[in-house]
């Protein structure tokens, strides 16, 4: 079954204390991408990789680190996590069109 | 001004009822346009692609006006099941990457 995997689901974490949420997709994208919403603010892009060791800011970079080492994986950084990143996060991938698959959500709260 | 605008609802319609929608996008150098639908606490997906002729699909249908640069999604004999949150998308180049998402207009169907 084609999907994009995101772990974990739910994380209540403290600041400061560095975390990583994983993306993995088996579709064989070369685009990968991942979003934070809020509420009144919608879906913004925080970062996205066209490809293999290729990643570029989005819109609301600041605060993560991404990296893409594989094809499948887009793994997102915090670093060092503040409240003001407690959020939704999605990771989609796509083909290059404007369709983007999006994994379940993973739901950060940052204390 | 938002890059792209939509009125965020909630639309409350009876079953059986036509909605429309609309989405205003501030860059005339848009290229592609899509419709998402979000359910609750889910990731959002695809519902369908707005051409330039417009296009239809089933009780949907899509429509884009260049001129005065917005899209609209009509939904006819609105079901239960249309009750989400709809997503407009705006690409600005040729890939993916600069893909723009609307705040979102809930719909809420009722009996």
């Known amino acids: 079954e084609a999907q994009v995997t995101q772990n974990p689901r739910y994380l209540i974490t403290v600041t400061g204390k560095k975390l990583t949420v994983t993306c993995s997709q088996n579709?064989?994208?070369?685009?990968m991408s991942w979003y934070r919403q809020d509420p009144g603010l919608g879906l913004r892009q925080i970062y996205y990789s066209m490809n293999v060791e290729v990643t570029d800011k989005g819109d609301v970079p600041e605060g993560y680190k991404v990296s893409r080492k594989e094809k499948r994986n887009f793994p997102l950084i915090l670093e060092s996590p503040s409240p003001n990143q407690t959020s939704l996060y999605f990771c989609?991938?796509?083909?290059?069109?404007?369709?983007?698959?999006f994994g379940e959500g993973s739901r950060l709260t940052v204390l | 001004r938002k890059e792209v605008e939509q009125d965020p609802g909630p639309f409350n319609v009876p079953e059986g009822a036509t909605v429309a929608f609309n989405c205003t996008y501030s860059?005339?150098?848009?290229?592609?346009f899509f419709w998402y639908r979000q359910d609750c606490r889910k990731e959002p997906k695809l519902l369908m692609s707005v051409y330039s002729s417009g296009n239809e699909d089933g009780r949907f249908t899509a429509q884009l006006n260049r001129a005065s640069q917005y899209i609209s999604l009509l939904i006819r004999d609105s079901k239960l099941s249309d009750s989400a949150t709809y997503l407009c998308?705006?690409?600005?180049?040729?890939?993916?990457?600069?893909?723009?998402f609307g705040t979102g207009t809930r719909l809420q169907v009722t009996l």
């Open positions: 989609a991938s796509s083909k290059g069109t404007g369709e983007l698959f």
């Open positions: 860059n005339s150098a848009s290229q592609s």
């Open positions: 579709m064989n994208h070369e685009y």
């Open positions: 998308v705006v690409i600005n180049t040729g890939t993916a990457s600069k893909l723009t």
